[in-house]
């Protein structure tokens, strides 16, 4: 896709933002129609992790009329997102992308890979790990006393939102890179106040989850430690390959001194 120019009148931004919106909007709609016949199939496999937590026999129940055209249309909305993941993240960072300098462009095609696979990475951990463990702890907490009836509304809408939830939570270690690489918040900060952080990563993990219950928290928040630590550990060694030891303190005012410095040196 064709980048536009830095500087541009208000409404060509406009219009540059209208432009990738369509591109978005129509993606999503084209691929949500191929997939709408498939969508039996896709609410079959969506559920294949969560039957053996189920009561033996559970069948999903629609409610209403309409219901069943709803639901289809609700997953065939669903994957065409996660099938169009790619064009949406491409076309938002796309549009930002002229404000960038020349130098920080080579970071945005990796960014865009990266974004994408945490995406899925995510969305991956929730489908094998967590659906099971979520939708078997809520059942459980009601077959004591009462039936469950399975509504496949009910059902299908908290999977997507954990999927959903888990794919946006499995940005966080491109955010802490970030920050780290670019001395935004310097890297001997996130390690001085850790304690602070992993509160903050209990809070986010209790926000993120839409079913509210406590296993999910603890498993995303599980998840989120072993992403932050692991984002840190890229981020030292990037900031140390590229600047010394000595720049994990640094601040992005000592950090662009330094650039200076180096440019000065050189001319």
Not at 96 to 123: C, D, I, Q, S
Not at 190 to 219: K, N
Request: net charge neutral; glycine share 4%.
């Amino acid at each position: 896709m064709p980048i536009g120019p830095a500087r541009m009148p208000l409404t060509d931004h406009l219009g540059e933002l209208r432009r990738r919106l369509t591109i978005i909007v129509v993606s999503l709609i084209i691929t949500a129609v191929v997939l709408y016949n498939a969508t039996p199939v896709l609410i079959d496999f969506m559920m294949d992790p969560i039957r053996s937590a189920l009561p033996h026999g559970t069948r999903l129940t629609v409610l209403s009329v309409l219901g069943g055209f709803t639901i289809r249309f609700k997953i065939a909305m669903f994957f065409a997102g996660i099938v169009c993941s790619p064009i949406i993240i491409w076309e938002i960072m796309a549009f930002f992308l002229p404000a960038l300098k020349k130098n920080e462009r080579k970071w945005v095609v990796p960014t865009v890979a990266a974004m994408v696979a945490l995406f899925y990475l995510g969305m991956i951990f929730c489908y094998l790990v967590i659906q099971k463990a979520a939708i078997g702890w809520m059942v459980d907490q009601s077959i004591d006393f009462a039936n469950v009836l399975a509504n496949a509304e009910d059902y299908l809408n908290i999977m997507m939102l954990l999927e959903i939830g888990f794919g946006i939570a499995f940005q966080l270690p491109l955010v802490i890179f970030y920050l780290s690489v670019l001395h935004l918040v310097p890297y001997k900060t996130f390690r001085a106040q850790w304690r602070y952080i992993y509160v903050g990563l209990m809070v986010l993990s209790a926000v993120v989850t839409p079913d509210a219950s406590p296993v999910t928290m603890i498993l995303m928040f599980a998840a989120l430690i072993a992403l932050y630590e692991v984002a840190l550990g890229i981020a030292r060694y990037v900031i140390i390959a590229r600047d010394g030891k000595a720049a994990l303190k640094w601040s992005r005012e000592e950090y662009e001194d330094h650039k200076y410095e180096e440019e000065m040196s050189k001319s």
